[in-house]
């Protein structure tokens, strides 16, 4: 595998979980790494271990997005690599689910998504390619095998935002292939995350079921038989990020075990 040598890479929803994962294996592959979150401690903390830049940002926020973007570009001089993966989850019966938490996951999961992906691409199309590559940028996005399975009626916002990352990733790769800038996204499964965590807590009071219990199911039926880490999501958007993948676009990666096969 190439190396991400001197690659800039922005990288949203990074203080933890499948964010602080890539971010160190994309350090350890050589990138310049730009972290952004809500959580202004965690990410604080993650880029000086990193040595990397940090920023207090919520995506659901024009200004903060702007902020985010020229931050990056100040420091670094240009952005390489958007790595688009915050978001939230909440487990509800589907007539439960109020318009205020509707409006709260796809801000978040899809609006901002969007949005980020948005300003980053304005900033790639005005940049001189990267060195050593043809293309002037990568975007990559976090879905999840929830955008393609749905059926889950107790995280319906959730899959249905998620379904929406892997249609805006594909129009994104129409959009800017003539500007040499590609777009795919990955879709983890039952990923052993603090957001997996949260999911066993809210499943165990809905259903009255023991702590754990709810993930031991989940993962049950994984067919390589443990559970997916954050590193295995790491790797694949290593391999998006560098120039092994360039001739990649419009792709959605299910990483998850082989909980979904085929389309």
Not at 163 to 177: D, E, K, N, P, Y
Not at 227 to 240: I, N, Q, R, T
Not at 246 to 253: H, L, N, R, S
Request: aromatic share 4%; proline share 3%.
């Amino acid at each position: 595998m190439a190396t991400l040598d001197d690659r800039v890479v922005l990288i949203t929803g990074a203080a933890r979980g499948i964010g602080a994962a890539t971010a160190r294996r994309l350090a350890a592959d050589g990138a310049r790494l730009a972290l952004a979150d809500l959580d202004k401690a965690g990410v604080e903390k993650l880029a000086a271990e990193l040595k990397g830049l940090a920023i207090q940002a919520d995506v659901t926020r024009a200004v903060d997005i702007a902020r985010m973007v020229e931050e990056t570009q100040r420091r670094f001089g240009r952005i390489d690599v958007l790595f688009n993966n915050a978001g939230v989850i909440r487990v509800q019966p589907i007539l439960d689910v109020t318009e205020a938490e509707w409006d709260r996951v796809l801000a978040v999961n899809l609006r901002a998504v969007f949005f980020v992906l948005q300003a980053v691409a304005r900033a790639m199309k005005a940049q001189s390619p990267m060195a050593g590559s043809e293309l002037r940028g990568k975007l990559i996005q976090t879905a999840s095998i929830a955008g393609y399975r749905g059926g889950n009626h107790l995280t319906t916002p959730y899959s249905a935002s998620k379904a929406g990352v892997i249609s805006l990733t594909r129009s994104a790769a129409q959009a800017f292939a003539g500007d040499r800038i590609t777009s795919n996204c990955v879709c983890p499964g039952a990923v052993d995350t603090a957001m997996w965590e949260q999911l066993d807590q809210e499943l165990a009071a809905l259903h009255n079921l023991p702590p754990k219990e709810a993930w031991k199911r989940r993962i049950a039926g994984i067919p390589l038989g443990r559970p997916e880490k954050a590193d295995d999501v790491a790797g694949v958007v290593a391999f998006l990020a560098g120039p092994d993948s360039d001739y990649m676009t419009g792709q959605a990666i299910k990483i998850d075990g082989g909980l979904v096969m085929g389309d």
